[in-house]
């Protein structure tokens, strides 16, 4: 199986993430797949944006759910982008996608989107949430999930099985390998974040992880002749 290289946030180690400038430039990078984050505005929209507010990646302040999209269209999201939604960024780039749910509410929003324009081939759906993985599964007939963690255990896989996740997207600095051997007897694939260096992605290769998610497009290149 090849090693996958996700692009965090399009490429947020060169350009400003989670705008259609950054995914634009995964895409041309020959990136893989590429990540994104989803909240849900005031009035309903999907947003993409990593954090509740957007205090650090706009020039504005307060949270996006107390935010309409036009109010959040007026922002600067970096270098003159605006925040996009998540239909802004199918039509930017062709790439696969891997869209996180950053609120569980959001996971009704993305699963209408998702079956009116048959995007069940190419969006994977990721979550920090067990729930939110858990409820689009019925609502989206083949979607692939992917549960996310930062702090975990060896329980991160009994989470993911029970949460009817196909990959588990693990932060490398708490990976082990009784957690990888767990994850591939449960058939679970594994994506290792953030790889970002050398010495990480030598890790995450000699764990034999199935890919990674890095903010910089170089990975893509020195991937392939790291064992």
Not at 17 to 22: A, I, K
Not at 35 to 53: C, Q, R
Not at 59 to 88: N, S
């Amino acid at each position: 199986m090849n090693f996958l290289t996700i692009g965090h946030r399009g490429i947020m180690g060169v350009e400003p993430e989670n705008t259609l400038r950054s995914f634009v430039a995964a895409q041309e990078a020959g990136l893989d797949a590429i990540e994104l984050d989803l909240h849900l505005s005031k009035d309903g929209a999907l947003v993409v944006m990593h954090d509740t507010d957007v205090d650090r990646t706009t020039d504005g302040t307060g949270p996006i759910a107390e935010k309409t999209l036009a109010e959040l269209r007026a922002l600067d999201a970096g270098r003159g982008e605006r925040v996009p939604v998540f239909e802004e960024v199918l039509e930017a780039v062709q790439s696969p996608l891997q869209a996180e749910i950053k609120d569980a509410q959001a996971a009704q929003a993305l699963a209408e989107v998702m079956n009116e324009r048959g995007l069940a081939g190419r969006v994977e759906v990721s979550s920090f949430h067990d729930e939110a993985i858990a409820e689009i599964k019925p609502l989206v007939p083949g979607v692939r999930t992917a549960l996310i963690a930062s702090r975990y255990g060896t329980d991160i896989v009994d989470r993911a099985v029970e949460a009817g996740a196909e990959t588990v997207c693990l932060n490398i600095r708490r990976l082990t390998l009784e957690i990888v051997e767990r994850a591939r007897k449960a058939d679970l694939r594994i994506i290792g974040w953030v790889v970002n260096t050398q010495d990480q992605l030598r890790l995450v290769r000699a764990f034999g992880l199935d890919g990674a998610t890095t903010d910089h497009p170089d990975i893509k290149r020195t991937g392939r002749f790291t064992a």
